[in-house]
């Protein structure tokens, strides 16, 4: 044991006097030590900022994780509209105001059936179920001819909420979607009935 402590400690002078001697050296050339002391400071910074680098990277590569929950207001639409054309646009219509996300319901069913009678183009779906007559690629009847159902829902959803911040907010205002702005309850058997229709459904996902 002894000697194996002696071989240590004998190891750690040897090591103490390398490093003494090179001081010494370095400190009779006071430029070369200038130097050593520049390359050893680049170096420390190099790595700091390759590990910066590498963390950054290692983030951007990190592939996106779904948590695969929906809202509860998507898992509610989904459920009244299932098997239906218009099942496909529940992610989009759950993500629009509460409101408004009712109304795209609630006009849908009417005017469409949720979607199993909607307008075509030279025989493509137009994915218009709510009867919307915009000036966006109107096919022969006037309808506006969507390309996706995330478009049809964000336009139709932007006009709902433009009329809901005119305070045109109830099925029995609503009901200038079905006959314009001279339109009333009490204009017609027909509009009566597209205001009970509608405010049946709305209450079903706004109450």
Known sequence: MKKRKNKK????????????KKIKKMMKNPEEAVFVGLVILSLFFVGLCFGEIKKDSDVAAAPATATGDSS??????KKMISNYPIEKMAPYISKQDEKVAAYLVAIAKKESD???YSPKKRGKECFNYWGYKGRYNR???????????????NMVGRRLENLIAKKIDTPREMVLWKCGSACTARSSADAAKWVSDVSLYYKKVYN
């Open 9 to 20: 400690a004998k190891k750690g002078g040897d090591l103490k006097k390398q490093v003494e």
């Open 72 to 77: 509860h207001l998507e898992r509610e639409i």
């Open 114 to 116: 949720w979607g199993k």
């Open 139 to 153: 096919n022969a009847a006037g309808y506006s001819c969507f390309d996706s159902p995330a478009q049809a829902v």
